[in-house]
């Protein structure tokens, strides 16, 4: 398995919250490894290795939703007016090329009034929110009525490229990241006949708008441990010690609602197999699918560093990807061995 090929696949998905129910990408990459189904809310859920009475039930979580944005009315000139869906950083739409799905899928632009046409009043170089801006797709104010309605989603558009390295950078890094090491995980697998472990992995739905989706999945699952991947702050341009270096492994999260137990176990299996790590310290919510998940099951967040989260585009060492994935692999088999 090529797993850069598999993240370009997963970063052309388009999920903006509220219609992952909608993409079919997912399920063929991740079929080969398991019993799939997909829920009223748009997770997809993965059995592997379905048990009679598993004496461990691993849950694995990461999410699959992007930040975008949505149409919520209609200028007399045929132009979108526009709001956030999900923690969109306003200051680098302008500009942007996106994709408004709507009847199908439209090619689009965010534009704004020029900074010469601004009013002095207002500064002519202030940055607008993203609630002031529009979407153009060259359509009339009739043709537009006809092909979009209010509601549509919009998405950022961005080509997938190599960079320098093991560097890639594409749309969507968070989480479509977490999600190809999660499909790492599940090849390193695939061979391994496990006698004590059933696992289960939830590709949620609706996290970028504060964790919406993941409940439905899990509620018919008894889980023992959890697992959630998402991603973290990369260092970019500068170094900052809340920050993440991008190749270094990944981020195992400390917080009050993480189980330490499940931290330590998982430090000493990254030590024994020689995978390098970071520690990741919040002194509260870690503000990811994992703080539901803290109350009633061993729940821990292993995060992958990417510069530019939120951003059109994101950057990610493919390492980060596969040493996430094959910790997780080595916790399973852990398990195997107790």
């Known amino acids: 398995m090529k797993i850069e090929s598999i993240l370009e696949k997963l970063c052309a ?42 004496e461990f039930q691993v849950v694995l979580d990461a999410h699959f ?19 956030p869906c999900g923690g969109l950083d306003p200051k680098v739409i302008f500009g942007a090329d996106v994709i408004v799905l709507g009847e199908k899928k439209y090619p689009g632009v965010v534009c704004t009034v020029p ?18 801006v529009y979407v153009d797709v060259g ?25 320098a390295g093991n ?37 949620s739905a609706m996290e970028e708008i504060g964790s919406k989706a993941y409940q439905c999945a899990v509620n018919s699952l008894n889980p023992t441990h959890v697992i959630v991947v998402d991603t973290t702050f990369g260092t970019s341009n500068g ?52 703080d539901g998940f803290s109350a009633s099951q061993k729940a821990m967040l292993v995060s992958i560093p990417i510069k530019y989260m939120h951003l059109p585009v994101g950057c990610v060492n493919l390492k980060d990807v596969e040493m996430t994935g094959q910790l997780i692999a080595n916790f399973i088999e852990s398990l195997e061995k107790t």
């Open 13 to 54: 998905l388009t999920c903006v919250p509220g219609d992952e129910i909608e993409e079919t990408g997912l399920s063929p990459l991740v079929e080969p490894y398991g019993e799939i189904k997909k829920d009223a809310l748009g997770n997809v859920i993965l059995k592997r290795n379905v048990l009679d009475k598993p």
């Open 65 to 83: 939703d992007e930040v975008g944005m949505i149409v919520t009315n209609i200028t007399k000139d045929g132009f979108l007016k526009i709001a």
């Open 115 to 132: 900074p010469h046409l601004q009013s002095e009043e207002r500064g002519r170089w202030a940055l607008p929110g993203v609630t002031d």
């Open 139 to 163: 359509y009339s104010f009739e043709k537009v009525t006809e092909l979009i309605p209010i509601g549509s989603k919009i998405i950022l558009k961005s080509r997938f490229l190599k960079l």
């Open 167 to 203: 560097i890639y950078s594409g749309k969507a890094m968070d989480n479509r990241a977490g999600c190809a090491a999660l499909i790492y995980a599940l090849e390193k697998l695939r061979k391994k006949k496990l006698r004590k472990t059933e696992v289960n992995v939830i590709f």
């Open 239 to 290: 170094e900052d010690f809340r920050l993440f270096k991008l190749g270094e492994g990944p981020a195992l999260g400390i917080s009050p609602v993480l189980n330490h137990e499940l931290k330590c176990e998982l430090e000493k299996l990254a030590k024994k197999g020689k995978i390098p790590f970071q520690s990741e310290v919040m002194g509260g919510k870690t503000r990811t699918n994992a």
